[in-house]
């Protein structure tokens, strides 16, 4: 074989070589391909799965907290009807010793009567003599008579006075019966949501595993929060600054007259749109407990926390720290139930982690009035409350104001 023909077949060799290799080379690309798209499938998946837990944990914790609510309606009711209960019973018990009374004077009487059957008026009446002594007698009679027949009506009353009391007692403790009953209800509904919450929440931790993940979600909690203050300063803005010039106003009366005396509605808006100042120790704590994480304390990753969070039992009620109005009162996704209150030149305080709200947007609201209830909504794993004060949007710590 000469030379040209062995150059020859080493040629043809490499091209098969070559040939093979590329299809090699494609083969591989074609299944990075498919990985990739599978994973992006997955992602995909699982961000909408994650969707779907983050709106059963709001339902859920939703329907927690008109349940803990009604509850606590039922509960202040049924102590009404246990007091309504006992007082009916004593008037009942009252009532059958005064008819007991009633029927014992009655009898005596009608025995009196009886033993003076002999001489009754009737015979009186048409008796041949008529003395002095027969006109005292039919007046007596008559007296005795007149005596009874009240008897008799008071006893007549005090008997439908004794059948109402005892209506209204069956009516009162059918209702008790009644509001026992649901109360037992949503009691065990509250046991069954605070069952499907922590499956929810097991489910979400599950499905965030890797660190990046839970960055990811921790920042778009923030961005989610930091956009709903913006929406609800911008649905407020119109009575801020309507009530930042009636504040101004107020000022121009008191420079013009020194002597001016606020009334209670100047007193109270010029708290509200005042500011909270500048951070002197001066406020009370919304609840009492220790910090559990501090502003500026490391999240996650290159994530700070923006507020404190203090730990608090639960159903303890949270108080506003200083006079203000209500811009915020909603669920939201990593903070749970939120109450943000407006407190006038760009200050504004925020309490998260609630198991329930007490007031509503547009309400005015004093220092130390009950604005929320502590909880661990938003699937937090201990109860506990989430605080942060802003100054014209910016996250400052909230240590300077407090006591």
Known sequence: MSIYHKLLIIFFIGLINTHFVYAD???????????????????????KERTQLMSDLK????EIAKLLTSIEKNSLTLKKLDSEIISLIKQIDDLKIKQQQQRNELAKQLESAFKLGKNTNFKLIFASEQSERNERLITYFRYINEARQQQINMLRETQVQLSEKKTALKK???TQKTLNTKQKQEQLALEKNHQNRKKTINLLESSMQKNQQKLDELKDNEAKLQARIAQA????????EEEARQ?????EKQQKNTNYTLNA????????????????HQFNWPVNGNIIHRFGEALQGELRWKGMVIDARDGTQVKAIADGR?????????????VALEHGKGDMSLYGYNQRVLVEVGEKVRAQQPIAIVGSSGGQNISGLYFEIRRDGKALD?????K
């Not at 690309?29 to 798209?37: F, G, K, T, V």
């Not at 300063?233 to 801020?240: F, G, H, L, P, T």
């Not at 504040?247 to 000022?251: G, L, S």
């Open 233 to 240: 300063e911008r649905e407020s803005r119109k009575i801020a």
């Open 25 to 47: 080379d494609n083969q591989q690309l074609q299944s990075l391909r498919r990985s990739i798209e599978e994973q992006e499938k997955r992602l995909a998946e699982q961000k």
């Open 59 to 62: 339902e859920q914790e939703t």
């Open 247 to 251: 504040a101004k106003n107020i000022e």
């Open 265 to 280: 509605n100047e007193r109270a808006l010029m708290a509200r749109v005042s500011g909270i100042g500048k951070p002197q």
């Open 398 to 402: 909230p240590n300077g104001w407090l």
């Open 326 to 338: 209500v811009i915020l009162a909603s669920w939201l996704q990593g903070y749970g139930f939120v």
């Open 172 to 174: 009162t403790q059918s």
